[in-house]
Each structure stands twice: as structure tokens, then as C-alpha cells.
């Protein structure tokens, strides 16, 4: 009886040290996965995710913490690419209402956001807002948007105080 | 059908639409106004930059309007600026200027001659001789692009000697070692009479090659293979290949502008089908309405149900008849209802193959028809989806009758879609990565400020520059307290 | 003048689905006939009854999915496939035996993967191995071909019929009595009870190449393959590799020992190898779809069933050796793509 | 040589172990999702299959029976199985990050496969010598992985077809597991070489 558990620890130690000396020096590479998250993503840092950036939410579903259908503007063709890519199962697309911090108007590469000169007031806000600098405007002066790299995230909307930001299809 | 009767001529019809976005690079810009009077052959459309070609009258008379309309392109159906010209039947030709002494002179005019290539991709012919590539050959293309087609058979068989003249200009101009004439078997005279034309003439470096009668022979990659064995890489045009494709119409439009002048102002088209009493190839001034066009050659004959521009493969069905040819219109095919394919898709895809032995490309339709259905653009992308030449000839093989064709037009245009986006996508992240990195920078400024100011405080200048402050503030106020 | 607006290409379509599966059954006639002659009405039966169980799961699954019904059943692949299986189900076989295997095959093999073009599995195949393995007496009911004097009357198309449908021969005749193995049998036990290869082959049933019915059976099998390869149904390039694969083996192996390896030409013409090589091997659904992968697909066909007659546990191994075969399409697929005219590789 | 050719042969195809001993289910039917994955699956359960069975034959030549302690034979191959599969997952996380990530929880449920601990105890009843236990191991590791990969490239070709509603997904993925074992039913009596 004794010798069987003498043999069983020592049998269990010897591996246990082989296996610590291992892992001491391989390098430890993480963020390939992200990068090929990050990828399928539609990347126009809408935040609707709840994630204050596409990569941020790649990186929660890479850690496992996000679910993978939080995503609007990517439809449940992301949810589903995203499922394949992880071999996870693809749930429906989250209603855009459920993801926490949303704005009303859901964000889509299709829409841009277009500003009604005459009643901007020139506060800058949505110039801070907005996620890829696609605002120009000096401060008290009528700011407007640059229509090839607004990504229609919405994000200027809400922080309008006056209102005169609405997002309508790219190619009227 | 059409090859029996001589290429017709004389068709003038009263009004004529002359449009100018005719060829692949962008479109003309009008140089005329309503109203004004024009000579056939005078310029009505400058070429609009780089790849383009001037647009000239087919007639002489006075222009009724100038307006957006739609006309049948390579592509399908597209609105462009057209110039409605009443036509006053006198012919009177405008006069030109002589043929230029070198080179690059020679190329612009031929520029603003507006002779494009007419085997149908219309791509400019001057764009084509500028281009310096070093291409060792020229290839005269005299196949058909589709089996009805013969406007370039009757062309070579009534103008040899024009031809052939064109092709040594072409020659002369790139600089090209030797030309091969590309004539499909089953047109032997046509051959001959080029044969002939060419001995006449004296020069050695013409040869000729009898190409089977195979569709799609008439296309330029596929002839590029066929005569040199050389492939066009994928993606680009055959001077990559070292050799210049060009259409035997192009010649004989060139060689009327060198040697009278006129720029190009008409074409021959095909006219056949079931549809159209009296198939012929017509002689037709740019700018027809094909309805007068159908009606020189006859009228319809019984109830036409589809008017197809171009050939059964690949040319495309227009919604009415009142749409002008155009440089590009090498056929018009009026057809009843039992010749062409009414019904599509009727059975699912067995995967049996028949498909991918006749893609001239060797693509392999039946993967790329179900990477298109589950929409893998990865997999569309390594099948080689870019390379299909929309030719149909998988359509014709398949048991299945699918419209095969058609899907991969659909997923070219979803996929054309997901990579633009794809584009906008990379543009966003590389912009909010630059935004993101500008406002750390920012916040790093302020902390830095901030340690130096903390790092500043307790030694002499800081109390002294405290001071003053504080005496600043209390001067103010006295200055205040005076003037209330 | 208005006119329709259909997309190019406008040209007719030369061939369809119906046609090219009525071909398959002409090309089949012959050798069903040569089946009547020696072994008796048996096939016929069974074939009436498969294709009657096949159009009929066909149509109810249709009809469950609510999908039309009527032109499924016009385009003639489930007669095929069940024309096909009444080939491999003995002549004298009970009436449930080809109805499970048409509707296994139809239902398990087709339908459950979504019709017609989506199954991965032979249909044929896999009813027969369903048969095969869960009915291994019935599928055992082989008879003796006409000529071969065994000492009682063939077994006419009126007792067949009557044990089809009663399970019961008249008293003259017994079950076992009248049953006989396939030559293939005979080899197999002959070499397993270390005869040599020639006492085997001196039984009445041999003659010919592939034993006495067979080789007639066969040789018009393989004449209805070549209308088929010359009407251009099916390419050469699974029905040669699959052949080529056997008859070298076979070859090699009976130069190394004649009397414990058959001969290339018995292989050849005995069993199902040339029904599986121009008919079951070149299902185009379920076969590799590149000219390179159809070669491998055949060779790796032909290796497998010379492997499972010599060495494996079953007579004749070309079911199996379809449906290992077409578990390696998907992979052969994606690594025999052609080159593509100007890309390097 | 012939011998152990063989062994590998009937270990991969004749009683394969996941269709014909029906032994490792779990990773059949849960890491095939894409052709990737199940490849990994196939050369991550290799290694640990050819590690385990050479280990538990060391430890039990050179540990248990010197030591009359062979009733431990269980229990000390669950720990052998256990630091392969760790030491498998170090390499893979390492060396192959996606891999790691697309696989995820398969990589550690190597260890509760039964195929795995099957080879071990398998090698130790037969009492086969070294070779021939790293040979039986390595042939079941080539079997599953073959299986694995067939499997996978089947379910991603049927991922563009229509079929039933009650049947997508894991329903299908079994009828075909299913099929594929009745092919694999061809290899049955091929041991009498």
C-alpha cells in the first residue's frame, strides 16, 4: 500500500516538473487570434456592442466574454462567420435594444451622416464623438462631414445639442 | 443565316441618336448646341480624358437635342448624354485633315478620329498603340465572337485589301515584329481574299493561322493561347502577354481614316433571327435606331419576343427597339420565342462536370455556383471568379439548365460590394487607431505639464512667481473697487 | 415594340436531367436482359418493386417537405438508383428486401441531405450495404445460371414472383437446394479451405471468364458503359482508373501466386466490378467532380474492392468501396483544382 | 517489419476506433466543424495517443510489475494521459494560438478520451512489447485523425446544402457519421492476413 502511493507521487512530481520546465520557455503569443477576429468584424467602431472599439469587443470574444451576436452592423452574416471561424454555435443576432448603452438609430456601413449646416451651432461635440475623425470644423464655425470615411457608427448623433446630424443612405 | 447576301448598304434612317459614352474608357463631352448644323464626319463629342474617343455625325443635318437617354453598352443598359441628329439626307462629307507625320500625332488623331475597338469591348484603339509594352506581335482578329456573327467574315471577304492595309498601319504604329491573321476554318474565301490581299500588297510579315471554329475563339484571351500558346495573366490585358488583339473592323475603320479621312461613322452589324424577314449584314451609321434598323432589313416576321444586342451568348435583351447602335453593336438578333431558353434552373446541380469541360478558362462552374450559394467569397476568390468571362457556355452545357452565368454576375457584383466595404472597413480602423493613438498623446502632454508643474513647486522662482501672481489679482481688484 | 428581359446566355440547352437518366437505363437494358436469360425473371421483379418503393418515399418526402412533387419524379434518378440496387439485390429475394433497400437508399441517402445534387452517399450503395449487413441469409439467394446441369428445373418467373410475395418455393423445389453461391462465393471459400485456385475453378458454375452467367452479364454491362461513355453521359476517367486499378493488382498478385490469386480477367468480369466502374462509380453527385480527382476517386475504387475480395471479410466489396470513396470527395475536390488559364498555380 | 505494419493498419482501418470500436465519440462529433480544426484535433490527439501509450508501457515495465504494484495500472495511466494532454495544450498555445482558440475546450477532453485510455489498456492486455505499443498507438492515432478529417470536409460541404429543418446540424452530422461506419464495415475480417 505504501509503495503504491510513493510511486504514484513520484510518478505524478517527475511529470509535474517536466511540464513546469516547459512552459518556461515557450513564448506565449495571443493577439494573431484577435487580428483574425478583429477581421471578420465590420470595424466601424460603432461601439453598439457595448465595447468602445471593434478591437476591444474581438479581444471579450476572444477571452470568451462577450457572446459573438452583439454586433448590429454586422447582421447575422458576422454572427454567423464569427461561429465558423471559432466553431462556436451561431446564436440569432442580439436586437440592437438588448446590448446595453445603444443608440436609437442602428449603425450600418450603408448610411452616412450628414450634417444640417445652416443650424450647426459649431460645439465640437460630435467632432470629439466621432470614432474616425470624419467631422472637420473650427470651434463656433458650421462643421461638416467627410463622406468617404464616415462610417455611419451614429455616434455623432446623440451628443448633437442641437440635433442637426441625421444619418441617410450613402448613395441617395 | 446572314452570310448569303452582301453587306447591305444606302440605310439612312431620318433622326439618329448618337450617344456619347460608346466606349470602355469615360465618356465624350459635346462640343455641339442644339440647333447647329453638322456635316457627316464632324466632331460632335470630344474625347473626355484619358482612354476615351472623339464621337463624330454619321450624317449631315442639324442637331434636334441634346439629352440624358438610355443606350445599350458592353455592360447592359446605362443612361449617357446623347445627341439627337435630324438627319437632311444631302451626305455631305465635312473635310478632314491629312494623315499626321509621327507618331504620337498619328495616335491622337486617331484618338479623336474615335476609332475604338469593334469586336466589342470597344476598348480605345489609341489607348491600345500608345501603350509602349513591348509586344512582339500583332493579332488581327478576324474570328467571330459568336457563332451567328459574321460581319467581320463578310467585312474581310468585300474589303480585304483595306484590311490588310489597316493592319500594316497598326504594325508600323507599335512597332509589333510580325501580325497573324486569326480567320475561323469555316470561312475559307474570307480567308483567300486576305491571302490574296496581303500578296498584293508584298508584305512578308503577315502570316495567317486558320483557327477552329470553336466559340469562344473570337475572344481575345482565348486567341492569345490559341495562336502563341502564351496565357494572358489573370487580371490583366494580352500586352501582358506581349501581343495586341485587334478587331479586322478596327483595321478597316483605320485605313479609311488614313487614307480619306473620315473618322468612324458607321459599322457593320449582323442582323439575323427568326424575328427579321430578310437576315443580312447592314452597313449601319452610328447612331440608328435599331427599330429602322430592323425595318431596312425587312420588318419583323412573326412575333418577336426577345431583341437581343450582341450574340445568343453573350449579347443581352433590350426592352424596346428605339435604342441606338452603337460603336459597339456587332449584332442584333431578333428571335421567337422556340430558339432562345425560357425556363432556368429546373433541376438542382448534380455536380456532373459538363460544366468545367467547356469553360475556356478552365474554371470549375459547379464549385463556383455553390461557393456563390453559401456566398464564401474566400473560396470565389481561389476558384478564380474574377477570371470568368461571362462567356455562357456553361449555361448550354448543363443538364440541370441553370442559369449559371447569371449567378456568377450576381456574385461578382455582391462580391465587388463586401470588398468595398472591406476597403471602408481597413480606412475606419486605420483612422480610429490614429485617433486613439493622437488622443493618448494628448493625455500623456497634460501629465507630463502636470509632473513639471508638481516638480516645480517648493522651489524659489515658484514662490516668487506666486507672489507676483497674487499681486496681480489684488491690483485688479483695486482697479475694480475705483470703478464702481 | 416591348420585349422580355431575360439575362444572357440566350442559346438552348443542349441536354437535361431526364435525359441523361434515360440513357443510363437504355444503356442498362442489355445487360438486364442477359440477367433474364440466365438467372431467370428474378431482377425484374425486384426492379418493378424498387422503383415503386423509390418513387414512393420519393414522393412522400417531397410532399412532407412541401416540395413539388411532379418533377422530381419525371427526372427518372430515383428509377435509377433503384434500377441500380435490383442489379445488386439477388434474383430470388423476399419483397421487403428491395423495398427497404430503395427506401433506405431514397430517404436515409438522398432526402435527408436535401434532395437531389445534395447527397454525399451513393444512394444505391449505401441501400445495399443497409441491405448487405442487416440481411446477410437473403442476400445470399443467388441462382445457377441456365446451362448449368444441377440436377432440377430453373427456377421459372412464376415461383419467383410466388416466393417474392409468399417467401415459399412449390415443394419441389427447396430453398437451399436451388440457391447457389456466386462464383465469387465459391473462390472466396475455396481459397479460405486452402483448395487451389484451379479445383475451385473446375466447379459447373465456371466458364467463361467471370463464371458461366456472369461473363455474358457483364461483357453487356460493359457494352452499355461505353454508349454511355460515347454519348458522353460519363467520362472515361472513373470507369479506366477504377479498372485499370483491379485488373493491375489482380495481375500482379496472380503472377506472384497463381493458385491462391485469381486472375485479372476473372476479376475482370466477375462480380460487380465493371456495373460499379460505368454505373455506381460515376454517379456524377456523389463522385469527385475534377478529372484529377475522378482518377484517384477510381483508382482508389478499384484498390479497395481487389483489397476487400482478397483480404476482407465480404464477397464482392464494391459498396463499400463506393462509399469509403465517397467520403474522400469533399477533400478531392478541394485539392484537384485544374490550374486556371493565366494564374501560375 | 511486416508485423508492425500491419499492426498500424489494423489499428487505422480494420477496427478503427471511432467507427468500428466506437471509442472517442465526443471529439468526432464536437471538434469537426471546419477542416482546420479537425486536423489539429487529428495531430493534438496523435501526440498524446503516441505519448500515453509509450509512457504507460514504460511506467508499467519499469514501475508497476518490478514493484508488484499493477493494480495501480489505472490510476497511473489516467496521470501519464493527463500530463500528455497538458503538455499537448502547452505546445499548442504556444506554437499554433488559432489552433488553440478554434479547438478550445476539445484540447483538454483529449484526456477523458476514451480512445486514449483505450490504447493504453489495450497496449498492457496485449502485453505487446515497446514497438509494437507506440506502432498500435500510433495506428490509432492515424485512424482517428483520418476519420476526423473525412468527417469535417464532409460537414463542410453540406453546410451549402438544403437540408431538413429537424435534421441541420448535429442530426445530419450523425446520420453521416453513421454511413461512413457502414463503410468502414468493409474493413471488417481483414485481419486474416
Known amino acids: 500500500m505504501v509503495t503504491g502511493t510513493v510511486v504514484l507521487s513520484s510518478l505524478a512530481i517527475a511529470l509535474a516538473i517536466g511540464l513546469v520546465l516547459c512552459s518556461r520557455y515557450m513564448a506565449q503569443s495571443e493577439d494573431s487570434v484577435v487580428d483574425e477576429v478583429e477581421r471578420i468584424l ?112 451614429a455616434l455623432c448623433l446623440p451628443p448633437c445639442p442641437v440635433d442637426c446630424i441625421s444619418l441617410t443612405p450613402r448613395h441617395a | 443565316m446572314s452570310t448569303g447576301t452582301p453587306i447591305a448598304r444606302g440605310l439612312l434612317p431620318e433622326r439618329l441618336i448618337i450617344p456619347m459614352d460608346q466606349q470602355a474608357g469615360p465618356a465624350a463631352v459635346p462640343v455641339v448646341e442644339v440647333g447647329q448644323r453638322v456635316r457627316k464626319g464632324e466632331m460632335i463629342g470630344r474625347p473626355g480624358g484619358l482612354r476615351s474617343a472623339g464621337v463624330h455625325a454619321s450624317a449631315s443635318g442639324t442637331i434636334g437635342a441634346i439629352r440624358e437617354g ?16 435630324q438627319t437632311d439626307g444631302r451626305d455631305e462629307q465635312a473635310p478632314s485633315e491629312g494623315w499626321p507625320r509621327e507618331r504620337d500625332a498619328r495616335i491622337d488623331a486617331i484618338c479623336n478620329a474615335g476609332i475604338v475597338g469593334l469586336g466589342g469591348a470597344v476598348f480605345s484603339t489609341a489607348e491600345k498603340l500608345r501603350d509602349d509594352a513591348e509586344c512582339d506581335l500583332l493579332i488581327l482578329n478576324g474570328a467571330e465572337c459568336e457563332p451567328y456573327i459574321s460581319c467581320d467574315d463578310m467585312l474581310m471577304r468585300e474589303h480585304p485589301l483595306e484590311v490588310v492595309r489597316g493592319a500594316l498601319a497598326m504594325m508600323d504604329l507599335t512597332g509589333a515584329e510580325s ?90 452589324v449582323t442582323v439575323t433571327g427568326n424575328g427579321v424577314a430578310h437576315p443580312a449584314n447592314v452597313e449601319v451609321p452610328i447612331g440608328t435606331p435599331i427599330g429602322d434598323l430592323i425595318h431596312f432589313c425587312g420588318g419583323y416576321r412573326g412575333d418577336v419576343t426577345r431583341l437581343i444586342l450582341g450574340g445568343n451568348m453573350m449579347g443581352y435583351a433590350l426592352p424596346g427597339d428605339d435604342l441606338p447602335i452603337t460603336k459597339a453593336g456587332n449584332c442584333i438578333v431578333a428571335a421567337h420565342a422556340d430558339e432562345i431558353r425560357e425556363s432556368t434552373g429546373e433541376w438542382p446541380c448534380i455536380r456532373c462536370g459538363d460544366c468545367a469541360d467547356v469553360c475556356p478558362p478552365r474554371l470549375l462552374p459547379q464549385q463556383l455556383l455553390r461557393a456563390a450559394t453559401v456566398r464564401d467569397f474566400d473560396q470565389l476568390d481561389s476558384l478564380g471568379l474574377n477570371d470568368c468571362i461571362e462567356c455562357g457556355c456553361c449555361d448550354i452545357a448543363c443538364p440541370s439548365q441553370i442559369a449559371l452565368t447569371e449567378r456568377f454576375r450576381q456574385a461578382k457584383q455582391a462580391w ?69 | 415594340m416591348r420585349f422580355e428581359l431575360k439575362p444572357p446566355p440566350h442559346a438552348l440547352p443542349t441536354t437535361s436531367v431526364p435525359k441523361v437518366m434515360r440513357h443510363v437505363i437504355y444503356a442498362l437494358a442489355p445487360a438486364a436482359f442477359a440477367h433474364v436469360w ?35 419524379l419525371l427526372d427518372g434518378t430515383a428509377t435509377v438508383t433503384a434500377v441500380l440496387l435490383a442489379f445488386a439485390i439477388p434474383p430470388l429475394a423476399p419483397w421487403w428486401v428491395p423495398v427497404i433497400g430503395a427506401v433506405s437508399a431514397i430517404v436515409l441517402a438522398k432526402h435527408l441531405y436535401g434532395g437531389l445534387g445534395s447527397n454525399l452517399f451513393n444512394p444505391a450503395m449505401v441501400g445495399y450495404a ?38 415459399s418455393l412449390p415443394q419441389a423445389l427447396a430453398v437451399d437446394a436451388v440457391t447457389q453461391a456466386t462464383p465469387l462465393d465459391l473462390v472466396r471459400e475455396g481459397l479460405t479451405s486452402m483448395q487451389t485456385l484451379a479445383e475451385v475453378q473446375a466447379g459447373p458454375l465456371f466458364g467463361g471468364m467471370g463464371g458461366r452467367g456472369w461473363d455474358w452479364v457483364n461483357s453487356l454491362i460493359a457494352v452499355g458503359g461505353l454508349y454511355l461513355l460515347f454519348r458522353g453521359i460519363i467520362r472515361w476517367h472513373i470507369p479506366v482508373s477504377m479498372l485499370a486499378a483491379i485488373v493491375v493488382l489482380a495481375a500482379v498478385f496472380h503472377t506472384i501466386d497463381a493458385s491462391r490469386f485469381a486472375s485479372a480477367s476473372f476479376h475482370l468480369f466477375s462480380g460487380a466490378s465493371l456495373l460499379g ?11 469527385a467532380t475534377t478529372n484529377r480527382g475522378r482518377l484517384i476517386y477510381g483508382a482508389g475504387i478499384g484498390i479497395l474492392v481487389y483489397a476487400i475480395r482478397t483480404w476482407g471479410g465480404y464477397p464482392d466489396g464494391v459498396a463499400f468501396a463506393v462509399l469509403l470513396m465517397n467520403a474522400t470527395v469533399p477533400l478531392l475536390d478541394r485539392y484537384t483544382r485544374p490550374r486556371i488559364y493565366g494564374r501560375p498555380r | ?107 483538454p477532453l483529449i484526456a477523458s478520451n476514451c480512445a486514449v485510455l483505450g490504447v493504453a489498456l489495450l497496449n498492457s492486455n496485449a502485453s505487446r512489447s515497446l514497438a509494437a505499443a507506440i506502432f498500435y498507438g500510433a495506428g490509432a492515432a492515424l485512424g482517428f485523425g483520418i476519420v476526423l478529417v473525412l468527417l469535417s470536409s464532409l460537414r463542410e460541404r453540406l453546410e451549402g446544402e438544403d437540408v431538413p429543418a429537424p435534421f441541420r446540424g448535429s442530426a445530419i452530422t450523425l446520420v453521416t457519421a453513421g454511413i461512413l461506419s457502414l463503410a468502414f464495415f468493409g474493413f471488417n475480417g481483414f485481419s486474416r492476413l
Not at chain 1, 458576422?78 to 440592437?96: E, K
Not at chain 2, 486569326?182 to 486576305?194: I, M, N, T
Not at chain 2, 508584298?202 to 473570337?218: K, L, M, N, Q, S
Not at chain 2, 480602423?429 to 493622437?438: C, E, N, V
Request: contains cysteine.
Open chain 1, 42 to 153: 465590420p470595424r466601424i467602431q460603432c461601439a453598439q456592442c457595448g465595447y468602445p472599439g471593434c478591437r476591444p469587443y474581438a479581444a471579450a470574444i476572444v477571452a470568451e466574454s462577450a457572446p459573438l451576436n452583439l454586433c448590429p452592423p454586422g447582421g447575422e452574416d458576422t454572427v454567423r462567420r464569427l461561429a465558423r471561424f471559432l466553431g462556436r454555435d451561431a446564436a440569432h443576432l442580439a436586437s440592437p435594444a438588448a446590448v446595453a448603452g445603444v443608440a436609437a438609430v442602428p449603425a450600418s456601413l450603408d448610411d452616412i451622416a450628414v450634417i444640417d449646416e445652416d443650424l450647426c451651432i459649431g460645439c465640437n461635440l460630435c467632432v470629439r464623438a466621432c470614432p474616425v475623425d470624419a467631422i472637420v470644423g473650427v470651434h463656433q464655425m458650421m462643421h461638416t462631414v467627410i463622406t468617404d470615411h464616415c462610417t455611419g457608427c
Open chain 2, 70 to 85: 438610355p443606350v445599350p453598352t458592353v455592360n447592359g443598359l446605362t443612361t449617357s448624354l446623347c445627341v439627337h441628329l
Open chain 2, 179 to 268: 501580325t497573324v491573321f486569326a480567320v475561323e476554318r469555316d470561312k475559307p474565301d474570307a480567308l483567300r481574299a486576305v491571302r490574296e490581299a496581303a500578296a498584293q500588297l508584298g508584305d512578308t510579315r503577315i502570316e495567317f493561322a486558320r483557327v477552329p471554329t470553336v466559340y469562344p475563339a473570337g475572344g481575345e484571351r482565348q486567341l492569345v493561347e490559341l495562336l502563341t500558346g502564351r496565357e494572358v495573366p489573370s487580371g490583366s490585358y494580352p500586352p501582358a502577354a506581349g501581343c495586341i488583339c485587334q478587331n479586322v473592323g478596327t483595321a478597316f475603320a483605320l485605313d479609311r481614316f488614313m487614307r480619306r479621312g473620315e473618322p468612324l461613322t458607321s459599322r457593320i
Open chain 2, 416 to 484: 465587388a460590394v463586401v470588398s468595398q466595404r472591406a476597403a471602408m472597413a481597413d480606412l475606419a480602423t486605420r483612422r480610429h487607431r490614429r485617433k486613439l493613438a493622437r488622443l493618448a498623446a494628448q493625455t500623456e502632454d497634460i501629465h507630463r505639464q502636470q509632473d513639471d508643474l508638481i516638480a516645480a513647486i517648493g522651489s524659489e522662482d515658484s514662490r516668487a512667481m506666486i507672489e507676483a501672481a497674487v499681486a496681480r489679482a489684488s491690483r485688479r481688484r483695486g482697479e475694480s473697487d475705483t470703478a464702481h
Open chain 3, 38 to 72: 440466365f438467372f431467370g425473371w428474378g431482377i425484374c421483379i425486384n426492379a418493378l418493386i424498387a422503383t415503386a418503393a423509390a418513387l414512393g418515399a420519393e414522393a412522400l418526402m417531397l410532399r412532407v417537405r412541401s416540395r413539388p412533387v411532379k418533377p422530381a
Open chain 3, 130 to 167: 443497409v441491405l448487405l449487413i442487416s440481411f446477410p441469409v437473403e442476400m445470399t439467394y443467388w441462382l445457377p445460371p441456365r446451362g448449368a446441369e444441377l440436377g432440377h428445373s430453373p427456377v421459372g418467373a412464376w415461383d419467383s414472383l410466388r416466393f417474392a410475395v409468399t417467401g
Open chain 3, 277 to 287: 466502374a460505368f454505373f455506381i462509380a460515376t454517379d456524377p453527385v456523389s463522385a
Open chain 4, 1 to 107: 517489419m511486416t508485423e508492425l505494419v500491419v499492426i498500424i493498419f489494423s489499428a487505422a482501418l480494420v477496427n478503427n476506433f471511432v467507427l468500428v470500436q466506437f471509442l472517442g465519440l465526443c471529439p468526432f462529433l464536437g471538434a469537426t466543424c471546419k477542416l482546420e480544426g479537425a486536423l489539429g484535433m487529428g495531430l493534438a490527439t496523435g501526440l498524446v495517443l503516441t505519448l500515453a501509450s509509450a509512457f504507460s508501457y514504460l511506467v508499467e515495465r519499469f514501475v508497476l510489475i518490478p514493484l508488484d504494484v499493477t493494480y495501480l495500472r489505472l490510476v497511473s495511466f489516467i496521470v501519464v494521459i493527463g500530463a500528455a494532454v497538458q503538455f499537448t495544450e502547452l505546445v499548442l498555445s504556444r506554437a499554433f494560438p488559432l489552433l488553440h482558440k478554434v479547438l478550445g475546450i476539445y484540447i
